[in-house]
């Protein structure tokens, strides 16, 4: 990369908070975007197609939610959820990596025999 390039930040950089095992709600998540603006208050829900994310919201008072920020076009919107979505997906499988390799240790230490998983 030349001297005078200027590199520019990630997109969008997500952060997980909390990861949900039971129930519809899977995490929390706030995504920073440019550097610049920063979004709290993400969920990354389940439903019955699968994973989706959920902006933060309000109740109208027509009882319907209405999302306080979100993506502008079908294009921006798709990038976004995907990347999301990836972040809670490298942090799941991030944890069931050290998971096995904590159960896989704690078995060498036993006397136990590692067995691989299929």
Do not use: W
């Not at 990354?44 to 309000?58: A, H, R, T």
């Amino acid at each position: 990369m030349p001297k005078n390039t200027i590199q520019k930040p990630p997109k969008y950089e997500v952060k997980i908070h909390s990861i949900h095992p039971e129930g519809t709600l899977k995490a929390n998540a706030s995504v920073n975007i440019y550097g610049d603006f920063a979004v709290r208050g993400i969920k990354i829900m389940e439903g019955s197609k699968g994973l989706f994310v959920s902006m933060p919201s309000y109740k109208a008072g027509n009882g319907e939610y209405k999302d306080i920020c979100f993506p502008c076009t079908k294009e921006a919107r798709i990038e976004f959820d995907k990347t999301v979505i990836g972040a809670y997906q490298q942090v799941l499988s991030q944890g069931q990596a050290a998971a096995q390799k904590q159960e896989s240790s704690g078995q060498q230490e036993q006397g136990q025999p590692v067995m691989g998983g299929m």
